[in-house]
């Protein structure tokens, strides 16, 4: 197990601790719209509980994503959107702020998180600026993002179409150590 991934486990057994003893969250049951995360089915349209769910499928978009934009991707990004099927996850930051941990909710969700991240780590590439790869949004100025720094795995804040602004931590795994789930 890579120190991202144990991280990334850690804060969700966390954040499974928080949902059961506040509540889980809810979200529309849509039965065209599949996921493991859905904690019991219902009519189309019915909120239902759901909770982050460890993928057990061997995924390749990361090494299709690789190939697409013909560079070696830094691996703490495959290992983190591997790792767990989940709708957002509200966390805060040592300092306060709260962002969104973006993850894919099946897998039509992860080929659409793989076209989204073409198309950022393409647009950095067409600013002549180093590649970026985003997994979570600042909350509630959804306007900047955070994102691994595809050379060195480091963690920044960054707006589309901006260079990176600020570094908030020298790895995904000392990042993900640092957040508290929100309630």
């Given at each position: 197990m890579t120190?991202?991934?144990?991280?990334?486990d850690?804060?969700?057994?966390t954040?499974l601790?928080?949902?059961?003893q506040n509540?889980?969250p809810?979200?529309?049951?849509?039965?065209?719209?599949p996921?493991?995360?859905?904690?019991h089915?219902?009519k189309?349209?019915?909120?239902?509980s759901?909770q982050?769910?460890?993928?057990?499928?061997?995924?390749?978009m990361?090494?299709?994503?690789?190939?697409?934009?013909e560079t070696?991707l830094?691996?703490?990004?495959?290992?983190?959107f591997n790792?767990?099927?989940?709708?957002?996850?509200?966390c805060?930051?040592p300092?306060?702020?709260?962002?969104?941990l973006?993850?894919?909710?099946?897998?039509?969700?992860?080929?659409?998180?793989?076209g989204?991240l073409v198309?950022?780590?393409?647009s950095?590439?067409?600013?002549?600026r180093?590649?970026t790869?985003?997994?979570?949004t600042?909350?509630?100025?959804?306007?900047y993002?955070?994102?691994?720094?595809?050379?060195?795995g480091?963690i920044?804040l960054?707006?589309?179409?901006?260079?990176?602004?600020?570094?908030?931590?020298?790895?995904?795994?000392?990042f993900?150590?640092?957040l508290?789930?929100?309630?």
């Open positions: 120190d991202t991934q144990s991280a990334l850690h804060l969700m057994a954040v601790q928080t949902f059961e509540a889980y809810l979200t529309p049951y849509d039965p065209d719209w996921s493991p995360c859905y904690r089915e219902a189309p349209g019915v909120e239902v759901w982050p769910v460890r993928n057990a499928q061997d995924i390749d990361f090494a299709r994503l690789s190939e697409a934009l070696k830094h691996p703490s990004v495959a290992e983190y790792r767990y099927w989940s709708d957002p996850i509200l805060r930051m300092d306060g702020r709260c962002i969104s973006l993850f894919a909710w099946n897998s039509d969700d992860m080929e659409r998180l793989r989204n198309g950022h780590a393409l950095k590439r067409k600013q002549k180093p590649i790869l985003f997994f979570a600042l909350e509630p100025n959804t306007d993002m955070l994102s691994v720094d595809n050379s060195d480091s920044w960054e707006r589309p179409g901006k260079p990176p602004e600020q570094q908030l931590s020298p790895s995904l795994a000392e993900l150590n640092s508290e789930p929100v309630a």
